[in-house]
């Protein structure tokens, strides 16, 4: 049966629009599972990172692969085969049976065998079907046991931590005679110690770290194993069923944190080291039905309480957070689940119809509460089984992505990764595990929901196996240009292209394509790469012919921002000098120094035609067109990357205020000495910025002629003023010579309509007013400022 099999379509229903994620996925486990459950039952299991360890009614302790496959069977028990334990290397494993005996077994290395056999020494073998089995970390074949005689039933055993590695190794057990026992394994003889007696039944035992936890008709104990003290004790819940009937459950979440679920009921319980502190309310523990003991070492404290409407079946930690899943067990009559499951996801096929015994259930809960998710499952059989009938062992390994529950509830997958939970009942074994990306991802394209899926395939693309993270990132993409969405799709390109290097340039160039064929370039052509990837020449030749075209101003925003090929981007001049650097280096630093985006001077040719045309075209208005000054600055740009410096200038003194590159007009006639070109254009120069203009031509005497100067300026008389006034202010040394004697009479009649202000001061400086000449200019001053001041009602003295 396929993995997560979904319920028949007489048993689907309609899965509403928003339907929540599922956490988790189901696959029944068969090979060898199929032999067991046609003569025998499954009693009890226990899993390895390499192999299963089973027990079964008749006695047989089976190790199988972990999808089911035989490999061979360790020993025959004359009853039922109560539990067993494996130590963390998986050389140990010990058993306890009805019959009352414990087995320890040992592992040896492989020894080339291959059929199952007797193992030597084992004093209680039977006949055994020889069956061919696939090697794994343990052989077929060989190995010790030794076995423990209690006369009577063996509930529970369980091994010491790092039992391998111990020189003294212990192992605790326990069962009708109501005794727990440790007992320890010396060179020469075994040491046994009766540790607790007289409460019932042992039922189950946890070992972790020197505490060893059990239960019993009474409660739950804990006893420090390593300082020989008893740690805590908490009570069996009230009105709880019989242990036949429904089982206590304790797992070890960390070393110092256990879970206790009995009944209806989890109890979370931490253990601290070091001398305890009284407690601020003698009641707070009885509120939480339990009873703290303080050993002087160790203290325990329930520290969390959930109640259920359900009994739980069997409990299991999801990596070290605060999330538990809970199988859930709902007597007939109890509960809402005796019908389909309506998540087909959460359904494996079992036998039968349900009749009235409710669907077992796999909750994923935190320890505030708070339920993550809840799935049925149609398990072989179930409708017969009791609480007690279930199992739930769970195998535990270092994941790779530790992550905060608390504050993130999705980090449940990076809680999950390393875990594997069988679902078991003497006549099925279901593997339950968290959907992996892969199905995750699935699962969202199923529903279209495009955006989420990409999220998922992002956060981890290492872990995508049947996936293929380009094929989520086109469906994505393609969803939004059906959209048309296309702003929003260049915007994602970007974002997901982008630090994708040669890897993505196919689907650059797709997409690029795309957008032409939808008339869209303007949305993605901003964000085109222009190295690693670089994307074929044709391509951005059609970038900028569509904005020729089109849009004159992205044309001129894209070959600002490209890297701008230059004149000698060529292979023929690939050594150049040291002294070659009289190229501004925002127009000529590129990766890429022999490969350019676009043939420059073809566009130069070209620009230059559709100006001259332009300008014929627009010659009867009073100015050129924005579009027309866009490609005059784009042809700009291209004779500065070509060092075509003069026909740049050109064009920035042809537009004047229009320029809107004034800053690089200045600095093109600055670090290119490029006087000559604005000497006789003085008027166009001032007009693309006045404060600039005035103060290179006024610091630039040398190469601009004052005379020169103001012989251009004549017909702009508030221009000819500013020239002149820097000069007063910083060139008066200069000018406050008999040289330019005529300018300050001039002078004088441009500051009393310009800046009056300063007429005073200037007359007090130049030592060339001729003030018989200049009477006039004053007189006629005066009486402006007189009638001004009448106008205000100031009267001025005679």
Known sequence: MSSAATASDSQETKEPVTLQEP?????????????????????????????????????????????????????????????????????????????????VYILFPATGA?????????????????????????????????????????????????????REKSFACGGVSGQLIINKRGWIIDKESTVHEGEGPVQLIRWKDGLVAWANDWGVKVYDSENDQRVTYIERPPNCPPMELCRCHLEWQSN??????????????????????????????????????????????????????????????????????????????????????????????????????????????????????????NLKGYQRLRASDYMMPTLRYAHAHPSDL??????????????????????????????????????ALARKQYDRALDVALHDPRALRRVVLTDVLETYLGDLLRHKLFQKTAEEIHRLFIGGGEEYAKLWEKYVYVFA??????????????ASPRLPKVQYEMVLKHFLDSDPGQLLELIRKWPKPRRQDAPAVKQQTESDNSVAPEYTETTH???????????????????????????????????????????????????QYDHALR???????????????????????????VANKVVNLMRIDKTIAVRMLVNQTEQLKISDIVTQLEGEPELLHTYLHELVLHRLGEYNSEIYSALHEKQVALYAEYAPDFLLKFLQTSNFVPLEKVSDVILQYFILLTTLFASLGVQVLQ
């Open 256 to 377: 110092d944190v256990l879970l206790v679920a009995w009944a209806h009921t989890l109890r979370v319980v931490t253990f601290k080291k070091g001398h305890a502190e009284q407690p601020a309310s003698p009641t707070s523990a009885a509120a939480l039905d339990a009873v703290e003991h303080q050993s002087g070492t160790i203290t325990a404290e329930v520290v969390a309480l959930l109640t259920f409407d359900f009994f739980v079946a069997g409990i299991s930690p999801w990596g070290g957070g605060s999330v538990v899943s809970v199988l859930a067990f709902r007597p007939p009559g109890s509960g809402s689940s005796t019908g389909p499951p309506t998540s087909k996801s959460a359904r494996i096929e079992g036998e039968g119809e349900s009749g009235e015994m409710p669907y077992p259930e796999v909750h994923v809960v935190r320890l505030d509460g708070k339920q993550l998710s809840a799935d049925l499952l």
């Open 114 to 166: 291959s059929a199952a056999t007797d193992i030597s020494g084992n004093k209680h073998s039977s006949n055994q079907n020889k069956e061919k089995a696939r090697q794994v970390s343990v052989s077929s074949t060989g190995g010790e046991v030794n076995i423990y005689n209690y006369f009577s039933a063996v509930y529970a055993v369980q091994l010491e931590d790092r039992y391998a590695m111990k």
């Open 406 to 443: 608390e504050t993130d509830p999705s980090s449940i997958y990076d809680a999950g990764y390393g875990q594997l939970v069988y679902v078991c009942t003497p006549k099925d074994v279901v593997i339950c595990r968290l959907r992996d990306a892969d199905d995750r991802v699935q699962w």
């Open 593 to 643: 120094v022999f490969e350019p985006l676009y043939d420059a001077q073809a566009w130069i040719n070209q620009l230059e035609t559709v100006v001259r045309r332009r300008r014929i075209a627009e010659a009867d208005a009073e100015r050129l067109s924005v579009e027309t000054m866009y490609l005059m600055e784009a042809l700009a740009e291209l004779y500065t990357a070509t060092e």
């Open 517 to 530: 064929q939808r008339g869209q370039l303007s949305a993605i052509a901003r964000y085109m790469p222009t």
């Open 23 to 103: 956490l988790l996925k189901y696959e029944r486990v068969g090979g060898h599972f199929h032999a067991i459950f046609k003569d025998d039952s499954l009693s009890c299991i226990a899993l390895h990172v390499n192999f299963v360890c089973a027990g079964t009614y008749g006695g047989n302790v089976l190790l199988l692969e972990l999808d089911g496959r035989f490999i061979r069977r360790l020993h025959q028990h004359y009853k039922k085969v109560n539990q067993v334990c494996i130590d963390e290397t998986g050389q140990y494993i010990a058993s306890c049976s009805d019959d009352g005996t414990v087995a």
């Open 651 to 677: 064009i920035y003194l042809s537009q004047g205020e229009f320029c809107s590159n004034k800053d690089f007009a200045f600095k093109l006639i600055t670090e290119h000495q490029l006087w000559s070109l």
